[in-house]
């Protein structure tokens, strides 16, 4: 396998952050994978991903292994559902379009989130009322200890919002290999409810949507609300969506009666946390060439050549003043380096 010194991450990263690694190799196998993590000449590695939910903020002294094991196949399938694979160097969008070209149903409001595959089930991507565990299967991920495979199903994966055992007691210790789904082929349960999907498929007189329709109309919505990492620099949402006490929530809508909130058990109520930085007034804020992002307060920028250092520096300080002004503590979503 070809090992490069002193490479630019800067394509490897949605923020595109021009950081340095001081070894790369791209890796298309899991043989090669379990290979290159056993060699003893390279002590530190990273393993990389998509790049889409991390903000580099330094060179990297390490070997950085990017995981470029491509391929999707059928497993096994049924009259109503099918059994499918994708190898973790799949990049997620591009392998959503490749189910909605098969008519599988189940991950259309997923269409267009940034990264791969193997990354996925980490954070249990969400968007639009629908996660991945919502139609995951299994994964499988290779042991760094062992260098044994090991799967994981549903349940053990310990699934939450934006939670599962990978960035938990199983943080740092695997690397997602390929992923299991179960997606329908008829009869598709639509989920157009939440967010501003309904109003999408009616402003295209659209009224017997389709799992194809579901996907556009998601699409359209992003497009609208979101920067491509292509065209300017993110990561998409910087910041996770707090929870807190019911009993809080009230407190607060006592000084600001518009704040909204959604319900998610006896106790507690998640509060969107692009409400809170924009009623802090930093939506469209902009420091020299990195801000917050115009239409979308969630979404931290780099307008071209800033530091992974400027991002940081942001993130704190929306993170201080939300403190501040709320009393609520607002966690970043994405990995930092």
Not at 53 to 64: E, I, Q, R, S
């Amino acid at each position: 396998m070809l090992i490069q010194n002193n490479i630019s991450l800067k394509p490897y990263n949605t923020f595109g952050i021009d950081v340095k690694a001081k070894h790369f190799t791209s890796i298309s196998s899991i043989d090669s994978l379990i290979d290159i993590l056993s060699s003893n000449i390279y002590p530190n590695k990273l393993i990389l991903g998509g790049g889409s939910n991390m903000l580099l903020t330094k060179d990297v002294n390490a070997l950085v292994i990017h995981i470029n094991i491509k391929g999707i196949s059928i497993i096994s399938e049924t009259e109503d559902h099918v059994i499918v694979k994708a190898n973790a160097g799949e990049v997620w969008h591009e392998f959503v379009l490749w189910c909605l070209k098969h008519d599988f149903g189940g991950i259309e409001n997923l269409s267009l989130i940034p990264g791969n595959v193997g990354t996925a089930p980490i954070q249990n991507i969400g968007a639009y009322g629908v996660e991945i565990k919502d139609t995951f299967v299994s994964c499988e991920a290779l042991n760094l200890e062992t260098k044994n495979i090991e799967t994981f199903t549903n349940e053990t994966c310990n699934f939450g919002y934006r939670q599962s055992i990978f960035k938990h007691e199983a943080k740092g210790k695997y690397i997602i290999c390929n992923v299991t789904f179960k997606l329908s082929k008829k009869n598709h349960e639509l989920h157009t409810g939440y967010g501003a999907i309904m109003s999408e498929l009616e402003t295209q007189n659209i009224t017997q949507p389709t799992i194809q329709d579901v996907s556009k109309a998601v699409i359209a919505i992003r497009q609208s609300k979101l920067p491509d990492p292509k065209q300017i620099g993110n990561s998409g949402s910087f910041f996770k969506n707090p929870v807190i006490s019911i009993t809080k929530y009230n407190l607060l809508k006592e000084n600001f009666p518009e704040i909204p909130g959604y319900v998610i058990s006896n106790t507690d109520i998640k509060v969107p946390a692009g409400w809170l930085i924009e009623k802090a007034g930093f939506k469209g804020k902009r420091f020299e060439n990195y801000g917050v992002h115009n239409k979308q307060a969630l979404v931290l920028v780099n307008y071209g050549g800033a530091s992974g250092t400027d991002i940081l520096n942001l993130s704190k300080l929306i993170q201080k003043t939300i403190q501040q002004l709320f009393d609520i503590s607002i966690e970043a979503e994405v990995n930092i380096l």
